[in-house]
């Protein structure tokens, strides 16, 4: 069965950086296009970042107006591995973040900056 599991969540202050990881079971990793979604209480999911499946040479990333310069999202097809590193955080970045194929998600880890 598919898995997806989310950590490197935590509490950190503004302008402290964070690096989330995902790793992927169940699917074949590498031939998925991968996003970064996120829900803060109360609000709907939004969308952070995506990278799509293509080779390294061809690869492609995309974010959220609200993270641009800020996050980058990364993959480790070797370790079936998504990451996003998350730099010069905002309160408005607490949520709860998920990694997703766009089918398939997992429990999430937590992000707060306080």
């Known amino acids: 069965h598919v898995q997806l599991v989310e950590s490197g969540g935590g509490l950190v202050q503004p302008g402290e950086s964070l690096r989330l990881s995902c790793v992927a079971s169940?699917?074949?990793?590498?031939?998925?296009?991968m996003s970064w979604v996120r829900q803060a209480p109360g609000k709907e999911v939004g969308w952070v970042a995506g990278?799509?499946?293509?080779?390294?040479?061809?690869?492609?990333?995309s974010y959220a107006d609200s993270v641009k310069g800020r996050f980058t999202i990364s993959r480790d097809n070797a370790k079936n591995t998504l990451y996003l590193q998350m730099n010069s955080l905002k309160t408005e970045d607490t949520a709860k973040y998920y990694c997703t194929p766009g089918v398939y998600w997992g429990q999430g880890t937590q992000v707060t900056v306080s």
């Open positions: 990278i799509t499946s293509l080779p390294s040479l061809f690869r492609a990333a």
């Open positions: 169940g699917i074949t990793f590498s031939r998925h296009d």
